[in-house]
């Protein structure tokens, strides 16, 4: 069962301008994980942030989570055309020390133009 | 850095016929995950192995069957394929072991059912 709803769907904004998507999840998590893929081409992690973490910035990104609210954001700052892709949040469920999954939202398509 | 690899990168078959994926983790990385992610949709979880033993299992169909090896590499088995199954197939790779929760996925295969 699909665990994130991301909104918005699609985005289309300008180069220099700040992109921000939102994903929506169910369960408890261990930590929310944001991806980036590019149109049929792998996953790139981009960050992690834990259950017990509130906001985390890694260059031009920054995630927040609020557990309260089973939500989490990704803020984009001064998008770039190469920062055209589809980005999906995924959970990770609280980990009993083996392996375990991620489940993927819905993704946003961002497209960025010159 | 060296990252997951996955062979073949694109495969074509007809429907009825097996295929093997193989999926080489980043080094000393413990654990191994597959994911099918259909055209349009976000990925699903598949499988995973932790220390070469299933740890997790998701909607894999009982057509496919999966396996990590001693060198910690993973194959997966897919039998009486048929047009559902056209997807992109990724492995993902983490040291679980080593208390790190970030999956670093492969390039993907690009599975086509004719």
């Known amino acids: 069962s699909q665990q994130g709803e991301e909104d918005p769907q699609a985005l289309s904004i300008q180069e220099g301008e700040n992109a921000t998507m939102n994903c929506s999840y169910k369960?408890?998590?261990?930590?929310l994980q944001w991806y980036r893929q590019n149109s049929g081409r792998g996953l790139v992690h981009l960050i992690l942030?834990?259950?017990?973490?509130r906001e985390k910035h890694s260059g031009r990104l920054r995630v927040t989570l609020d557990t309260s609210k089973k939500s989490s954001s990704l803020l984009i700052t001064a998008s770039r055309a190469a920062d055209t892709a589809s980005y999906f949040c995924?959970?990770?469920?609280?980990?009993?020390?083996?392996?375990?999954?991620?489940?993927f939202g819905t993704g946003t398509r961002l497209q960025v133009t010159l | 850095a060296a990252g997951v690899i996955q062979s073949p990168r694109h495969l074509i078959k007809e429907k009825r016929e097996t295929a093997t994926l193989k999926c080489y983790p980043i080094?000393?990385?413990?654990?191994v995950y597959w994911y099918q992610q259909g055209p349009g949709q976000d990925p699903q979880f598949l499988i995973s192995?932790?220390?070469?033993?299933?740890?997790d299992k998701g909607s894999i169909p009982d057509r496919f069957s999966a396996q990590q090896f001693s060198d910690y590499h993973s194959e997966l088995n897919m039998s009486s394929l048929e047009l559902g199954d056209s997807a992109l197939y990724f492995c993902?790779?983490?040291?679980?072991?080593?208390?790190?929760?970030?999956?670093?996925f492969g390039p993907g295969t690009r599975l086509l059912v004719l």
């Open positions: 192995f932790y220390e070469k033993m299933q740890s």
């Open positions: 995924a959970t990770d469920p609280a980990w009993d020390g083996t392996a375990s999954k991620l489940t």
């Open positions: 369960t408890s998590i261990n930590n």
């Open positions: 942030i834990r259950s017990n973490e």
């Open positions: 993902a790779s983490s040291s679980r072991g080593g208390g790190q929760e970030t999956q670093y």
């Open positions: 080094p000393r990385h413990d654990t």
